[in-house]
């Protein structure tokens, strides 16, 4: 399959997103900085890591991009920031949830390996039931498109999900956690501790959700006409 290439798919798809998930590192990055002295040693390193392969994986990604235009790289680019964008929002809800107790620091990282262990489900989901999905893309090779145009042509075929029981269902989830080790630990701390790190846990979840649902079956379909 033959995309035309243009600036707009490459701001798009690679610049926008490098420039958005590197700012989110250097906040997240900023946020552990305040909280530093209330890591253990291992939690401390933990996080080191997590910063050097996030960062990494940033510059990696977007070198690779602009080095070599290409269809697949581009939204292979815009399909990985899903994830470091996911990442960068779960690493700050980490620090908040450390001047709580750290038990809400690893209940955070249960809860998200969880729910991107149901992503992965619903993404072979949407795989598996789409699989005719191949023949839209010879009507598209028929007429001139950006690669753009080829991704939003397959959004409407995305795989349907009620997001408000998505969205209730994260909310009931953290409440339920908050409520479940303050009676068990009897942690005692101010609400908007509970609060702040729950949002910014939910908007990590939200955009591994949001990536999963909407750019994955584009993306592999991509990946597999270009193969």
Same mark, same amino acid.
């Given at each position: 399959? /033959?995309?035309?290439?243009?600036?707009?798919?490459?701001? /798009?798809?690679?610049? !926008?997103?490098?420039?958005?998930? *590197?700012?989110?590192?250097?906040?997240?990055?900023?946020?552990?900085?305040?909280?530093?002295? =209330?890591?253990?040693?291992?939690?401390?390193?933990?996080?080191?890591?997590?910063?050097?392969?996030?960062?990494?994986?940033?510059? *990696?990604?977007?070198?690779?991009?602009? &080095? !070599?235009?290409?269809?697949?790289? +581009?939204?292979?680019?815009?399909?990985?920031?899903?994830?470091?964008?996911?990442?960068? *929002?779960?690493?700050?809800?980490?620090?908040?949830?450390?001047?709580?107790?750290?038990?809400?620091?690893?209940?955070?990282?249960?809860? +998200? @390996?969880?729910?991107?262990? =149901? @992503?992965?489900?619903?993404?072979?989901?949407? %795989?598996?039931?789409?699989?005719?999905?191949?023949?839209?893309?010879?009507?598209?090779? %028929?007429?001139?498109?950006?690669?753009?145009?080829?991704?939003?042509?397959?959004?409407? +075929?995305?795989?349907?999900?009620?997001?408000?029981?998505?969205?209730?269902?994260?909310?009931?989830?953290? &409440?339920?956690?908050?409520?479940?080790?303050?009676? @068990?630990?009897?942690?005692?701390?101010?609400?908007?501790?509970?609060?702040?790190?729950?949002?910014?846990?939910?908007?990590?979840?939200?955009?591994? +959700?949001?990536?999963?649902?909407?750019?994955? =079956?584009?993306?592999?379909?991509?990946?597999?006409?270009? %193969?």
């Amino acid at each position: 399959m /033959y995309l035309k290439l243009s600036e707009f798919d490459y701001n /798009y798809f690679v610049k !926008k997103h490098f420039v958005l998930n *590197f700012a989110l590192g250097v906040l997240a990055l900023f946020g552990f900085s305040t909280i530093f002295s =209330l890591s253990t040693c291992f939690i401390k390193i933990l996080f080191i890591l997590s910063y050097i392969l996030y960062f990494y994986f940033c510059i *990696f990604l977007y070198i690779r991009a602009r &080095v !070599k235009p290409d269809a697949l790289l +581009y939204a292979q680019h815009r399909f990985r920031s899903g994830y470091l964008t996911s990442f960068s *929002f779960l690493l700050i809800a980490l620090s908040i949830s450390l001047n709580v107790a750290e038990i809400y620091f690893w209940s955070y990282i249960v809860i +998200y @390996i969880l729910f991107h262990i =149901l @992503i992965r489900f619903e993404m072979k989901t949407i %795989q598996n039931n789409n699989k005719n999905l191949h023949d839209l893309t010879r009507d598209f090779n %028929q007429k001139e498109g950006g690669l753009y145009d080829f991704i939003f042509s397959l959004t409407r +075929y995305e795989y349907k999900i009620n997001g408000w029981i998505i969205f209730f269902g994260f909310i009931l989830i953290q &409440v339920v956690l908050v409520a479940v080790l303050k009676g @068990i630990f009897k942690i005692t701390a101010p609400y908007e501790l509970y609060i702040i790190p729950g949002v910014f846990f939910f908007i990590s979840g939200f955009a591994l +959700y949001n990536m999963g649902l909407k750019m994955y =079956l584009p993306y592999i379909i991509l990946q597999e006409e270009v %193969q």
